[in-house]
Nanobody, 119 residues
C-alpha cells in the first residue's frame, strides 16, 4: 500500500508562485512514475506534470516554462515537488498527487490540495 501526503497550495495573486509537495510512503514497492494532476470545477482531471523514476519529465503544454517537477528518492519515501511560477487564474484547481506502481498495475492518489489564483 502506498500513502500519499500532500502539502502546499493556497491562494495567490496572478503572477505569483506556489510549491506543492507530495510524500509517498513506500513499502517494498517501487514507484515508477509520480505526478500532479488537477481538476477545475466542471472540468475533467488533467495531467499537469509527471516524472519517472529515471528523471524523465512530461508537462502539459499549458504549464511548460512555468512549472517544474522534481523528485527525491529516499530509502523509504519518495517526494515529488511541483514548483509553480507565473501562476494564472486558469491554474485554479484542486491538485492531486499520483503515484504509479507498475509492479502492482495500479496507481494511487492523494487527497487533493486547492490552488486558487486571483486576478
Amino acid at each position: 500500500q502506498v500513502q500519499l501526503v500532500e502539502s502546499g497550495g493556497g491562494l495567490v495573486q496572478a503572477g505569483g508562485s506556489l510549491r506543492l509537495s507530495c510524500v509517498a510512503s513506500i513499502s517494498r514497492f517501487s514507484i515508477n512514475v509520480m505526478g500532479w494532476h488537477r481538476q477545475a470545477p466542471g472540468k475533467q482531471r488533467e495531467l499537469v506534470a509527471r516524472i519517472a523514476s529515471g528523471g524523465t519529465t512530461v508537462y502539459a503544454d499549458s504549464v511548460k516554462g512555468r512549472f517544474t517537477i522534481s523528485r527525491d528518492n529516499a530509502k523509504n519515501t519518495v517526494t515529488v515537488t511541483l514548483q509553480m511560477n507565473s501562476l494564472k487564474p486558469e491554474d485554479t484547481a484542486v491538485y492531486y498527487c499520483n503515484a504509479v506502481v507498475s509492479s502492482l498495475g495500479t496507481s494511487y492518489w492523494g487527497q487533493g490540495t486547492q490552488v486558487t489564483v486571483s486576478s
